[in-house]
């Protein structure tokens, strides 16, 4: 009997003629079916070992209490993971192969599953092939083998007929291209980009952007294909077409001029407005509306196309005015949305050649930001007017409060920032304001900021001081609130400055420094002010006669505030001050040395018996001081108490006046044939004479400077020193002219007064001679060195200029020499290279075995944000700089 619900015979029919038989039924197949089954419906006694499911493997991670608790459970996952990958045909490699991805992500090997992914991606399922590509995305790269293998089947999926598949392919191409696998597929995507399919369009071009940032030679290729993209009604093809074209265009003029030159229907710049006037009028789309703005991303894009097509060619710049202004005006800023196409139109505006009027709606809309709450927003618009105060600074002038208000942010970055361009802005009209609103900043500032800013507040004071009055009341002002963080130079720099007044303001600096010395002394805060006190007691030693006297009374001394809180104080109480200062113990020994040697020097300046006396005795002390070099220092100015007596007022006499360092740059600059005569200056043995030269060049800092013993190296060649390995970063402290070494200029006095005190005549040194070398030139930034030969030590100084168009920021300069030299670098003038600007460093270097100069150089900085770092080895320098 036959049952009905069967055909008879069926199996032995022939396959055309069975309805039921499947080709896609293959052994592989039928098998999983046969697993699944199994699984559905056997008893647990007969099943297979199900694998843990990938959001169980997590909880058990996060649940782990200790790193060996969770190195335990992901090594027992690995092991299973490994022992299913010898199956043949394994049911759950698809969910092996995920969790072994999470294992991944977590920073645990996984490297063993690269094959397994090759299956995945070999096989039919999508499912499989997504996970696959995803782990070929994460598990490969150029440097293993496997890599090779996944060629092929990237371009049979690049053919599929299955869109989905195609993007995977293309996905996977983007993000692990090799330089070879690029070029044997990029015919496949090019072929791709042309696809009537958006979805399949879009992947292209991504893929296409991608491949060019590997292999930059194969932009041509893409260059027919590209220019239908800005053709499309689609947005995704339409955002991945401009960010193809961006990268073409930022990598390559030639590029970039042919999309310039394009002309009719192809014409670039009137097609891309075209984009961006229906982006702003066009009305409420739900598909594409972010905020109340019509696809931000694609008008963000096009901003920065058009900011490139439209830098240096003024009839681009003129096409696009008009809808910078309209997205300008029309731009909504309630919302971030907005704000960030405001940015880009803002950086448009200022790096075209647009019109003055779309400047000056550029920075009010800065200006503006400056006012958000959004922190973000404020700091982004204070680093865009950084970078475009030069273009009109006017205009950046009209927000000054607003950037004054924000060095009282309590965000770092923006107080950093605020400084920078309060800096910038400083001009002869507003010198006085912006100073009195820096030194309240410099006051409350952290650590990080004080050396910067009393820098850049003292060359702002020298260069637009209304009054030499003003002017030294501000250095005053910045000793007095920088502390201990000034920079070596500022102490020098104030020195010569004082040296250089009149001498109606040198007794006005000697008695407000008086004031400054007298209440640190009083409030045991000295140790927080050393700077100031070398300063002071430079002056006052100097200028101490000027201090004491009745013609004090004539000098007005009332501050900005009008008071007058000046006492002329007697010599002993002088001398008391003095006293209190070198018996303290925490003032460093530099401090000392400026106060012992001005003690001296008020010797001869004061006129009573008792402060004569009282000066000899503090001296006579030092002769036995612990410190050697106090020691020394002591015992010889007690020499000129007895021995040299006579010599006394003669050595100690008032210092002439010194020469600025800027003044002798711009001389010698104007000297035609590049030489100068150098003072004579007589350099014996005597210890006299010791105590005049000075043994060591006094350091300002509270470390001492310890002088390091170089050796001869007989090797012929000179291993340069790697600037990655043993270089200082940091910009090594110059020692500051003491007022001893400082002394030498007074021994142009006549032959009479050493008449028979030293034997052997004095050597007169050489005239100077000054060659400069070009040391490197690129990006419109040049760096010049110009050398000065003076015996075992040369000094270079270091020149940087800028023709570039846009303001180079975050500059560093950087230098080594080979182990037989030694380099000393003084604090470079700036860190911000306007164009047309100049920034100096000063390098000292100590060349004992006379072997040819050779310098490694390293040159960081930013132009438009981009960080750029150059390196070069200067080797053409005179052979007998060091002779």
Not at 91 to 102: E, M
Not at 197 to 204: C, D, E, L, S
Not at 393 to 400: D, E, L, N
Not at 492 to 507: F, K, L, M
């Amino acid at each position: 009997m036959a049952y009905p619900m069967y055909e008879v015979d069926w199996s032995v029919l022939p396959p055309e003629q069975n309805r039921r038989f499947n080709p896609a039924f293959n052994i592989a197949t039928i098998k999983q079916v046969v697993n699944e089954a199994i699984e559905r419906v056997a008893p647990v006694s007969v099943r297979m070992q199900t694998p843990t499911r990938l959001r169980d493997l997590i909880r058990q991670i996060r649940a782990a209490r200790t790193a060996a608790e969770e190195r335990s459970v992901v090594n027992k996952e690995c092991a299973y993971i490994r022992s299913t990958f010898r199956e043949e045909d394994s049911v759950w490699r698809c969910r092996n192969i995920a969790k072994l991805l999470y294992i991944h992500m977590l920073g645990y090997p996984a490297h063993f599953g690269q094959l397994e992914c090759l299956k995945l991606i070999a096989s039919p399922r999508f499912t499989d092939k997504r996970v696959g590509y995803l782990g070929a995305m994460l598990l490969l790269d150029e440097r293993q083998d496997v890599h090779l293998l996944i060629t092929n089947c990237l371009k049979n999926d690049l053919n599929s007929n299955t869109q989905f598949v195609v993007g995977l392919a293309l996905c996977t191409l983007g993000a692990i291209a090799s330089p070879e696998m690029a070029r044997d597929l990029a015919s496949e995507v090019e072929r791709l980009i042309k696809s009537p399919n958006a979805y399949i369009k879009k992947k292209a071009a991504l893929c296409a952007f991608r491949i060019i940032r590997r292999v930059p030679d194969l932009m041509e290729m893409f260059l027919p294909a590209t220019r239908s993209l800005l053709t499309e009604k689609n947005h995704g093809v339409l955002i991945t077409g401009v960010t193809l074209i961006t990268e073409m265009c930022e990598n390559s003029p030639d590029t970039l001029n042919h999309f310039k030159k394009e002309s009719g229907q192809r014409e670039i710049v009137p097609n891309l407005v075209r984009i961006l006037k229906n982006l702003i009028l066009a009305g409420y789309s739900p598909e594409h509306d972010v905020s109340g703005v019509s696809d931000p991303f694609l008008q963000v894009k096009i901003l920065r196309l058009l900011r490139i097509l439209g830098k240096n060619d003024a009839e681009a710049s003129e096409a696009m005015n008009d809808i910078l202004a309209q997205v300008a005006t029309n731009t909504e800023t309630s919302k971030n949305v907005g704000n960030t196409i405001l940015y880009e139109t803002v950086l448009s505006i200022m790096d075209i050649k647009s019109e003055s009027s779309l400047r000056v709606l550029a920075i009010n809309i800065l200006g503006r930001f400056l006012l958000n709450n959004d922190k973000n927003i404020r700091y982004v618009a204070l680093n865009t007017l950084l970078r475009t105060v030069h273009v009109d600074t006017s205009a950046v002038q009209r927000h000054r409060t607003t950037i004054l208000e924000c060095l009282k942010d309590p965000d770092v970055s923006i107080r950093r920032r605020a400084m920078e361009l309060s800096f910038a802005l400083i001009n002869g009209q507003n010198i006085r304001a912006m100073m009195k609103e820096l030194l309240s900043f410099l006051e409350r500032s952290d650590a990080e900021f004080k050396a910067h800013c009393s820098s850049a507040m003292v060359l702002a004071a020298e260069r637009y001081a209304p009054s030499s009055k003003w002017h030294l009341d501000t250095l005053f002002q910045v000793l007095l609130k920088a502390g201990n963080y000034l920079r070596d130079d500022t102490v020098s720099n104030t020195i010569q400055i004082v040296s250089a007044a009149p001498g109606e303001r040198q007794a006005y600096a000697s008695m407000r420094l008086w004031t400054s010395l007298e209440r640190s002394a009083v409030s045991a805060d000295a140790t927080e002010k050393q700077p100031l006190i070398q300063v002071a007691a430079w002056t006052i030693g100097e200028y101490g006669d000027m201090l004491v006297s009745e013609a004090s009374n004539a000098i007005s001394m009332v501050d900005d505030d009008g008071v007058d809180d000046f006492t002329r104080p007697t010599e002993e109480y002088v001398i008391d001050i003095y006293q209190k200062l070198l018996w303290s113990t925490q003032l460093s020994i530099s401090t000392k040395e400026y106060l012992l040697l001005s003690l001296a020097k008020l010797s001869t300046r004061f006129t009573t018996r008792p402060s004569q006396d009282k000066i000899r005795v503090i001296i006579d002390t030092f002769g036995s001081h612990i410190h050697i070099e106090l020691q020394q220092r002591g015992v010889e100015l007690s020499q000129l108490y007895k021995q040299y007596a006579h010599l006394r007022p003669a050595l100690l006499e008032r210092m002439p006046p010194m020469e600025a360092a800027a003044a002798e740059r711009e001389r010698d600059d104007s000297d035609t044939e590049g030489e100068r005569p150098q003072t004579n200056v007589q350099n014996e043995q005597n210890p006299l004479l010791d105590l005049i030269n000075g043994s060591e060049l006094l350091s300002n800092g509270d470390v001492e400077h310890t002088p390091v013993a170089t050796t001869n190296n007989n090797s012929s060649t000179n291993d340069i020193l790697d600037l990655l390995s043993g270089l200082d970063l940091s910009a090594p402290s110059m020692p500051a002219p003491a007022a001893v070494s400082a002394a030498n200029n007074n021994l142009a006095a006549p032959s009479l007064l050493l008449d028979g005190l030293f034997a052997s005549e004095p050597p007169i040194a050489q005239p100077q001679a000054e060659c400069v070398v070009r040391a490197l030139e690129r990006n419109g930034v040049l760096v010049e060195l110009s050398a000065v030969r003076g015996g075992d030590t040369a000094t270079l100084t270091m020149r940087a200029r800028s023709s570039a168009a846009s303001t180079v920021t975050d500059f560093l300069f950087q230098a080594a020499v080979p182990r037989t030299f030694r380099l000393d670098m003084m604090s470079p003038s700036g860190t911000v290279l306007t164009p047309q600007g100049e920034i100096t460093q000063v390098l000292k270097i100590n060349n004992p075995s006379k072997t040819p100069l050779r310098l490694r150089i390293r040159v960081s900085y930013s132009i438009d944000g981009n960080p750029i770092l150059e390196q070069a080895e200067v080797n053409n320098f005179p052979p007998d700089l060091f002779n």
